[in-house]
């Protein structure tokens, strides 16, 4: 297999991949396409671990291609441009996120969300328009159309700020889309965790009064200190969520956990919305309180490019920054089952251009 991997494309490269559903990573030798008029080629220096990675390395959702080689949060330098790429040139900080590709003739992509696209191209684990796997940042270098890179500002680092491209994004998104990102406006956060944490900074920075809703009242204190979020309930504490009932405007949901909907219906206001953004593998949908209330439950992906340009931009100058640990590339086993454990604060980034080595 290996063999077959290595000469799908002109190009060798190397990274690390989970190879079956056990989910463990090890070194990987593959290839990548030439590039082409319209690619950007870069040097992966940092790139960031999501849930997502770990649900699709061990095939929780039952459509992993293997080997996997994940990695959407992706920042590095330029290398090499395609003849007719207009955007970027040698040297420049660039970074990708979820997507490679869509069809840019739908009504998604003309509206600048490519997210949406039915026929849009994840960054890992997708098909291309050769027909080969998509691979991912946990490699040394990326090679991508020049549409779906994002360019990287001077004063935003590029190891600290490698989720933005998919936790940052994936709250940036809805809180635009549904109107809370107006100050005064009362946003409820579900889990503080690797989005969670950005969706308290995010909202802050758009002048919300923030509720954080978490089973831990460990993350109570840095919540509100750290994060600047105005309130903290329990979610397990019935008489705190019943005295919370009908306070809020939205809801950002971040747990991928299996959760009762319920008790968070329950703190919106008439017409509220409560917005799943994590990828629990079930869920009991609650009909009368959104019957009577007028209330909705809708599910966000990502941002298309463009917004996702908009959110870096946005969290340069706000200087909204995800709390990280950086880890070696051989430390990524580790991380992963530290990342089931939700042992991390707040999200692993993995220093890819120093501790990626070929062997």
């Excluded at 069809?103 to 191209?121: A, F, L, M, R, T």
Aim: glycine share 10%; proline share 5%; with cysteine.
């Amino acid at each position: 297999m290996a063999a077959s991997l290595e000469t799908q494309h002109p190009v060798k490269a190397f990274g690390w991949s989970a190879k079956d559903p056990s989910g463990i990573f090890s070194p990987l030798k593959f290839s990548r396409r030439a590039t082409g008029e319209n690619d950007v080629q870069f040097r992966v220096l940092y790139c960031g671990i999501c849930h997502s990675d770990l649900h699709l390395a061990k095939n929780e959702w039952g459509f992993t291609t293997y080997p996997l080689i994940p990695g959407h949060e992706i920042v590095g330098i330029v290398t090499e441009v395609g003849n007719k790429v207009e955007k970027f040139k040698i040297g420049d900080k660039v970074g990708v996120g979820c997507f490679v590709g869509s069809c840019g003739q739908c009504d998604e992509c003309h509206n600048n969300e490519e997210s949406y696209c039915p026929k849009q191209v994840m960054t890992i684990n997708g098909t291309y328009y050769d027909g080969t796997t998509t691979y991912g940042g946990f490699s040394n270098f990326m090679v991508s159309n020049e549409h779906f890179v994002v360019r990287w500002p001077e004063n935003l680092p590029l190891d600290i700020g490698a989720p933005l491209l998919c936790a940052g994004i994936t709250t940036y998104s809805p809180l635009r889309r549904f109107g809370l990102d107006k100050p005064g406006v009362n946003v409820g956060v579900v889990g503080l965790g690797g989005i969670g944490h950005l969706t308290v900074k995010f909202a802050k920075a758009f002048g919300s009064k923030v509720t954080v809703v978490s089973s831990s009242i460990s993350k109570k204190k840095e919540a509100i200190e750290a994060f600047g979020a105005d309130k903290f309930l329990v979610s397990h504490d019935q008489e705190q969520m019943q005295a919370a009932a009908g306070t809020l405007d939205g809801i950002i949901d971040t747990v991928s956990a299996n959760h009762s909907l319920l008790p968070l219906v329950n703190l919106l206001k008439p017409h509220g919305k409560l917005i799943l953004v994590g990828a629990p593998p079930k869920l009991e949908i609650p009909i009368f309180p959104l019957l009577l209330g007028g209330k909705e439950i809708v599910g966000t992906a990502a941002g298309g490019v463009k917004e996702t340009e908009e959110m870096i931009d946005f969290a340069a100058t706000h200087n909204i920054l995800p709390e990280v640990e950086i880890i070696p590339m051989d430390y990524v086993n580790t991380a992963m089952d530290r990342l089931e454990r939700a042992d991390v604060k707040y999200r692993f980034v993995i220093d890819v251009g120093n501790s990626l080595k070929a062997e």
